[in-house]
């Protein structure tokens, strides 16, 4: 079953603009992953925040943890074509290995 | 390239056949898991190794699908009869124990069965 929820489903921004998504989970987590996926291939790593950290960065992107809400939010600023995919996130959730991905967001930046 | 690599990248198959697929995971890592996503989804866990032991597996793993990853480096996945509900990318990831389990996956297999 699949814990994570994207939302939203579907976002299109003209590039230079700020991309924003939320993931919404269930259960008690350790930590909490970001993927990106273009269209047909693997998913490409993005950042990993964990569950005692509130905030971090990674060159453009912005992640945010809120474990009181069992929510994180992915902000990509200054958006580029190249951002066009679809973004997981993925819940490492406590005493388990497996992640638990939700349906993803599939973002469009228009030029 | 010292990524995780899957072979093959393609697959399409007749109803009934069998197919196998390969992962070769990051070479230091210890875990390995099978990850299966369909269209518009997330991927799904299907099963994991730590060396050469296979730890869980998910209900989603029917019979007809079995795993192995005989020396502790790379997997095979094997779909025995293969059905069209198996159509499918098949990913694998790998981990290493005590790095936050951050799992990075390789390229996937597509397999469509026709």
């Known amino acids: 079953s699949q814990q994570g929820e994207e939302d939203p489903q579907a976002l299109s921004i003209q590039e230079g603009e700020n991309a924003t998504m939320n993931c919404s989970y269930k259960?008690?987590?350790?930590?909490l992953q970001w993927y990106r996926q273009n269209s047909g291939r693997g998913l490409v790593h993005l950042i990993l925040?964990?569950?005692?950290?509130r905030e971090k960065h990674s060159g453009r992107l912005r992640v945010t943890l809120d474990t009181s809400k069992k929510s994180s939010s992915l902000l990509i600023t200054a958006s580029r074509a190249a951002d066009t995919a679809s973004y997981f996130c993925?819940?490492?959730?406590?005493?388990?290995?497996?992640?638990?991905f939700g349906a993803g967001t599939t973002v469009t930046v228009r030029a | 390239d010292t990524g995780v690599s899957q072979d093959p990248r393609h697959k399409i198959t007749k109803r009934g056949q069998n197919v196998t697929f390969r992962c070769d995971p990051i070479s230091e890592h210890n875990r390995l898991y099978w990850y299966r996503q369909t269209l518009g989804q997330g991927p799904e866990f299907l099963t994991y190794?730590?060396?050469?032991?296979?730890?869980?597996k998910s209900r989603l793993l029917s019979d007809r699908f079995s795993a192995e990853r005989p020396k502790g480096s790379f997997s095979t996945l094997e779909i025995q009869r293969t059905e069209q509900g198996d159509s499918a990318m098949y990913l694998c990831?790998?981990?290493?124990?005590?790095?936050?389990?951050?799992?990075?996956f390789g390229p996937g297999t597509r397999l469509t069965v026709l």
């Open positions: 993925a819940t490492d959730p406590s005493n388990d290995y497996k992640l638990s």
């Open positions: 990831a790998s981990s290493l124990v005590d790095q936050d389990n951050e799992q990075f």
């Open positions: 190794f730590q060396n050469e032991a296979q730890l869980e």
């Open positions: 925040i964990r569950s005692n950290e």
């Open positions: 259960t008690s987590i350790n930590n």
